[in-house]
């Protein structure tokens, strides 16, 4: 397949808007200027794109119940939060090739009538903070953003703004608190953000992927966009591969392509040709599947069938030597650190998970540990605030469904050791 | 119409409500934690989650609306197990001391652990650990015991607008924390202890001292401190208050209290309170028994009576008495006495604005209820920070600009600076230059009504100010001022807060008239601040010189005979000496004997050397309180009274609510002490004036006939719930009555001080009010010292730090005060408060009263200031 | 105490925002790279330039786990130990730093040159292990490239 997103991505200029325009960017946003709003929002409805930021949203739905509400100023926000572990496919876009993310949000701005964008960058990226402001300028000054977006009468402002270490803060309602200056928990829901978001105006937040495919779907057309992968949900995806691989990285494939082909084709396979034994195939809140279940079709629609999520499309890869408890505790240590406190069973079970699981890998685990966990796992699920605290569950109740082995193991061997 | 069913209950609803508040209506409970009623919904601890048929998730019900056909279980075998998760999970970091915590046996988290278990939880790593804080002096933090429901830091943020609080970190490792991470320094209102449903915010003042199950009486009475007169309940042990608290529905106030309300009612068992009668002899106060201070008292008042006739005594009344005590009060000076001469504090200001406005608009145009703030499309407020005068009338003002009401302030009002839309600060003397500009700015905004012609045609008359002028004379850009009269022009009902600056002012007639223009322009609400708990009640009993109970003039005849009628004597016609005049007649020699009522006029009272000198040359002085002040001691004979929580009675407040005031406690009554009114009914028979009261229920009742204002009211009316003006009585009516109304110069509109001087002004602290504040050792515990609050700038401009001592000098005294820098001040004011037991601000206030008001004038008081070093002050000294 | 180049720098941030609280998170960036912490003096002087209660930003600023309460050593090392890096050897970095600097998580070297922080993923999976050194960034380290790109900060 052409690559679309990462077009760009060897020219060491990528991130410069002369490179950007000589290789076709800006066009679309042209284009764009000469439709009507409305049949932007159109365009992107039948295109069938679906936001790329983890819960695969149908975007021309959420654009138009942004775009119904009366209420002014609206507020445009790309969620550049990449905090799922395992994701590093914003970066790249944000890094070497930002016009993209621009042209996609100030096409996005003019359709859905929002002056106002801010890119909510998370902290640990502080170089694409740089690369993102020198791009605006860039764009500033060339009249891709301002007052009067290429003298069409069109205006949209666009900023940085900076996160400072908060994951939770990659879900859109802790985004808009952050960027509200507060501390960035999720909000309840209704209102949504499209009626009631930033500043308690209209908001869209979409993710950075989701911006980048905008300037692609005017530019081909929603028609030849909505034929690029699976038929329910189209387009390019880029996936991160990391792990056990022989050649980790980005890939801009299309959606719907198979697990296994990610793994075995494009990043060569398994790294010392060892065998697999298990993979997370959207960011660690996904599901993991042991290795004889790589054969689904890696989209939104496709995943749940077969026992998991896309998520992010985050694929972490790990090969027999690995021990997965382990992977669990870790997993489960990330999802502690990063509860935001606000409900009971997120902020407290979550922690009693990790503590179960550091004693098993501490070797100090008992009989009931491994039903205690699933008992806990079960009274988190379901029952949190947001989705923070089921991924946290789900990791737990997956890892031990596919490999209540290992666990099994480690217990026993702490029961030896005790004996001993 | 909606119908929902829950646990087969089908209930119909007008409006979406919360699935909680629809079980509530259908009369199922469903237990929570986060959720409260006066806080916004949070939805963090899920112990409320519900099952809904259709809808694979439970759901929180606090945070759910019903819809049409929803169909809802509370109690499933889901639902009840999910509770239980829920529960287990707090109790993983909870701190399980119950046997030691104060909370125990009202703790919402133990009694839902009771009734869900689990017995015990399956947690086996160590608890969160977190000492227990104690760097308060109210406030006692265990955040072993904090369940993250965030319950106070809502309360704090949202509805008290303090911000003092908030939570800290995240994950399992947040809690709750001032921001010193020790003491609060908050405005100590005490409400996140009412929201907090475990143990983790306590109150140390009564820590380990009480188990809510010891509390053997809980007695529904109204706060003794200001105007506002919240609701509160004393929960009573023996014979002492243990804790105060209030309730949600009910009062003004609805489940809110303010420091003074919560913590500060323990001055009324000071060790400090009177005992025993004491009368002067050799020159000194010594003990004596009831029946001779009686003898003596009616024995002297005699004496001058018919020696100097009624007009040589006078007698001060006070806004902490009950309407009883003081309707008692002024019938001893009037029909007893033959004396005219009774006026309070009250006479200060409160009257005196209250007469101005009435006189144009009407009796009762004060009469506002307080929740109208809150509702109002619009707020101006000058003269004084309500937020510390009246805190629970601030906090409407604070919940309107949540509601992103405008909010326009003018003078500095350091509770309000978040929350005013717009902040006019002028410079000091200047503030009626700004009020003379917005006035001429509306009429040209504004169309007169034509309702009151004879008003509009003074307002016609007042000279325009421009706002070139305005800024030139306050220092306030004119675009803001003129910005002020754009939002103030787009209000359409807006509630005016006026305060007592405004009229202890050299321009005090000025800007009564502006505010009443303002009024009149705006189709304005007035809601006139109080410091003290029944100013109004005093101007409804007749506490003035010139008024009759029911708020009848003494001047108009026919309301003097039926008064006079009613006791078989003669009410003289002329009216009698205000507090202010009474002093200098005393100082002149024209009054011979004063009788003071629970008031301290040697300290309350402007340039207290002045005072105290008026009152050493009386021939007489008597003074009933309850403590040893410094009037008390200068007087012949000292009465020791019965505090606010030890009698019946009455208190009219700022909304002209009238509320029951109940005893809780016998207190000093088992020690000999009386009611006020008790007193001197004593002394009136002693007199050969029969007052035949048992108990405050009679003398209500006689105000009921006396006072056509009052006409048949009883306590039952006040306990039914809100009762209002004007009661079931008749208000006054009459036309506008203008005679008395100067209209100003322009020069009098545009006064700026001669040359640049730093003035004194006085500061209001929120920990304490008037003087019985002092006595409380839990305010004193937060705010024990007085201070001077200057502005930052000149502060750094002085190489002044934050609790420097500091020299304040006029040409009355000096005071020392450690400094308080304020960013927000102008720079050409120093304030000093009057709370104290020393160093008040009147020491340095000079004896100015207002010809037309009769009030005291407090601005234009120069003053210097000086940093004392204290190494140079030890080396001289 | 804020500066005046500080308040400057701060006002002109504000600009970028309709309210002034939206400017709280850019601004505690300002006084962390100003004085190396989130010292008290400047939550208070945040507030007071944002109108934002200091007790309000104390709990903002303690959300974030990339503002720090305490002085920190002369370089702050960020190094990444979730589950990618984890794979690929992270925490022999984690000895390592210990054994040779004397760093432990959410310590300062002796010498006051290093402080450590682990974080959660930081976006290098596929280059793992990394860390950020300052706002640098280094992936694909080793036991011994680690040491050589720490050399360099002094
Ligand atoms: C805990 C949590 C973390 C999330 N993190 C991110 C993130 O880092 N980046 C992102 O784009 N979306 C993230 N999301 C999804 C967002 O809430 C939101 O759905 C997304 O920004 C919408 O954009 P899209 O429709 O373009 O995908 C997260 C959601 C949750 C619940
Ligand atoms: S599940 Fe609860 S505690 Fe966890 S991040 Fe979401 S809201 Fe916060
Ligand atoms: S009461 Fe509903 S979540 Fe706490």
Redesign the interface.
Known sequence: MEKYLLRNIDNPDSAHLVEYVKAGGYKALAKALEMKPADIIGEVKNSGLRGRGGAGFPTGMKWSFAAADPKRPKYLLCNADEGEPGTFKDRPLLEKNPHLLIEGMVISGYALGAEYGYIYLRGEYPAAKDILEGALRQAHEKGYLGDNVLGKGVAFHLSVHQGAGAYICGEETALIDSLEGKRGQPRIKPPFPVNEGYLSKPTVVNNVETFANIPYIIEIGADAYSKIGSAECPGPKLYSVSGHVKKPGVYELPMGVTLREIIYVHCGGIAGDRKLKAVIPGGISTPVLPADKIDCPMDFASMPKHGSMLGSGAVMVFDETVDLVKVCLRATKFFEHESCGKCTPCREGVGWMRSILERIVKGAGTGGDIELLLEVAKNIAGKTFCPLGDGAASVVQHFIKHFRNEFEEHIEKSKVGASA | MITVTINGKKLLLEKPVTILDAAKRAGIHIPTLCHHEILE???????C?VEIEKV???QTSC?MNVTDGMVVWTETEKVVE?RK??L???L??HALDCPYCDKAGECDLQDLSMKYGPAAG????GKRKHPESYDDPIIVRNMERC??CTRC?RMC?RVQG?????????????FV???SGGRYNCEYCGNCLTVCPVGAIMSRLHKHTYRPWYIEKEVNTVCSYCGVGCSLTAQVRGDSIVRVVPEMEKGLNKGLLCNRGRFGYDYVTSPQRLKTPLIRKEGELQQATWSEAFAFIAQKLKEIKEKEGGSAIAGIASARCTNEDNYVFQKFLRVVLGSNNIDSVAGFAFAPAQRFFENIFGQGVTANPLHGISRSDGIFITGADPTTVNPILGLQVRGASRKRVPVVTLGHMPGLV?FATQRLVPQPLTDTAVLAALVTELIKRRPLSGEKPAFEEIIGKIPPVSLKDAEERSGIPAGEIGGCAEILSGMTNPALIIGRDSVQSSRGQENLLLLAALTYLLNGRIYLLSELPNEQGLVDMGCLPDMLPGGRPLAVESFRKRYGEFFSTEIPAAPGLSLMESIEGAKAGKIKALYIMGENVAYNVPDTAFVKEALSSLEFIVVQDIFLNETARLAHVVLPTLAWSEKEGSYTNLERRLQHVRKAVEGARSSGSMEDWRIIAEISRMLGTEMKYSDAGDILAEIAKVSPLHKGITYGDMDAGEFLWPYKGEPLRHDVSIAGIEIPEAGSLLKKPEKEALYVGIERPLFHSATQSRSSSALNSILPEPYVRLSRALAQRMSIADGDSVAVSTSAGTVELPALLD?DMPEGMVLVANNFADRGVFRVMSWRMHAATKSPVLDGMEATLRKIDRKTAEVSG | MLNEKLVAEINRLRSKYKDARSCLLPSLYVVQREEGWITPDAMTAVGELLNVPKATVKGVATFYSMYRHKPMGRHLIQLCTNVACMLMGAESLVDLLKEKYGLTPNGTSPDGRFSLVIMECIGACGTAPAMLVDTDFHDSLNDKNILEILESYQ
Do not use: H, W, Y
């Open positions: 919904a949070f939805g963090g601890c899920r112990l989650l694979p998730r439970l945070t999910a998760a829920m287990e999970f707090l993983i970091n399956r947690f086996a790593e369940i993250s830091v943020e303090d911000s003092a609080i908030s939570m800290v970190n995240r994950t399992s490792k947040t924390e001032p921001f978040r960013p």
